[in-house]
């Protein structure tokens, strides 16, 4: 267990070189970064976890947006995000039209709770077009370190928009028994409906499901699976929202860590035991601040990004005491019923509470 005092806690953003960039389809690409050495326990990650970018911008200076890692923490050695362009999309276009091979990107370390509990597991995987992302490396993880079987029901427009097509084939093939890919392509039978995908569902109904993509296809799915009597606790959604502020100008406008709380905040305290990165923390946590700013007061480097409840980077399990969160932000229901809070919201009710990243 380690008690700290309060400190300055650490810059958390990694200026990576770019590596390579793959065209993997005339609308995506796929961008390999190498972390700087010292920086790269900061950048493990499981799969389904996702970067957070840091992208020019001539009107805010930056933005800041999020994509899946494509990569395997396991079986690949770099981390990899794969962009597709979005109408309108600021971040997704400047990625594509933009980054080559030696450039320098500013990352914000790995985050996201969009990750199955074990690769034994067996999991009904469910992509639209790049929400293909983290299930390509949920799925890699899985095959290369487990015994779960998986599978994979993938939507696109038409087969030249398939992301990873070979490298599925490939899979498929080297797992005849534990990796199924059912592709729908709308070109061929138009946008799937909740009964045409309860059907494909159905032989799978007792595994868990993850779903990544427009937010449409979600809501499909997820009526699919209550149509076939699946809990909603059982299927998981990985959501994006856009974030309003910027965590990169945030940090560089916040030199030093927050002052811990005054005496008289000090009377309203709540104990915590915080546990991340293999450490045990104890600190005072006031009941005027929320999670992150108690942890940054004492020196405890705690993932955050846009802290507005937007982007799940500081999902956290409250495991023991009572807390309280302005807002719910992008934690579903099921998040909520499985103890997760958003530390940037989170206040302590109780004396004592107990927190697990
Ligand atoms: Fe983004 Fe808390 S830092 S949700």
């Not at 957070?52 to 690949?76: E, K, M, N």
């Not at 309860?198 to 779903?211: M, W």
């Not at 005027?288 to 705690?302: F, I, K, R, T, Y």
């Amino acid at each position: 267990m380690t008690t700290v005092a309060a400190r300055v806690a650490p810059p958390r953003s990694a200026s990576a070189r770019v590596s390579r960039v793959i065209d993997e389809t005339r609308h995506a690409k796929s961008i390999v970064f190498e972390v700087p050495a010292d920086r790269t326990h900061d950048f493990t990650y499981r799969p389904g976890q996702f970067l957070t970018l840091r992208i020019p911008s001539d009107t805010a200076g930056s933005v800041a947006r999020c994509y899946s890692l494509a990569s395997c923490p396991v079986s690949d050695d770099e981390l990899m995000v794969t962009v597709k362009r979005t109408a309108n999309g600021y971040g997704s276009n400047w990625l594509c039209d933009n980054v080559s091979e030696g450039d320098i990107v500013d990352l914000l370390p790995p985050s996201g709770v969009f990750t199955p509990t074990s690769a034994d597991e067996d999991l009904l995987l469910w992509g639209a077009g790049s929400g293909i992302t983290p299930l390509f490396s949920i799925l890699k993880s899985t095959l290369a370190t487990g015994s779960g079987q998986v599978a994979l029901v993938y939507a696109n427009n038409d087969a030249d928009s398939i992301i990873f097509d070979e490298q599925l084939r490939v899979l498929a093939a080297r797992h005849p028994n534990r990796l199924v890919v059912i592709h729908w392509l709308e070109s061929v039978r138009e946008r799937p409906t909740a009964d045409q995908l309860a059907r494909l569902a159905e032989p799978f109904a007792d595994r868990h499901s993850y779903i990544c993509g427009p937010a449409g296809f979600m809501a499909t799915v997820r009526d699919a699976m209550a149509s076939l009597g699946v809990p909603r606790s059982r299927v998981h959604a990985e959501v994006f929202a856009s974030l309003r502020g910027d965590p990169f100008a945030q940090r560089a406008s916040e030199p030093h860590a927050p002052e811990p709380a005054a005496e008289s905040d000090a009377l309203a305290t709540t104990t915590a035991q915080v546990d991340t990165d293999g450490d045990t923390h104890t600190i005072d946590w006031p009941r005027s601040q929320n999670l992150v700013e108690a942890m940054l007061a004492h020196g405890v480097d705690v993932p955050f990004s846009c802290r507005e409840g937007q982007c799940g980077t500081c999902a956290c399990v409250v495991v023991d005491g009572d807390v309280t969160m302005t807002d719910t932000g992008v934690l579903d229901e099921d998040d909520l019923e499985a103890g997760y809070v958003l530390a940037c919201q989170a206040r302590p009710n109780g004396d004592f509470a107990r927190i697990r990243f």
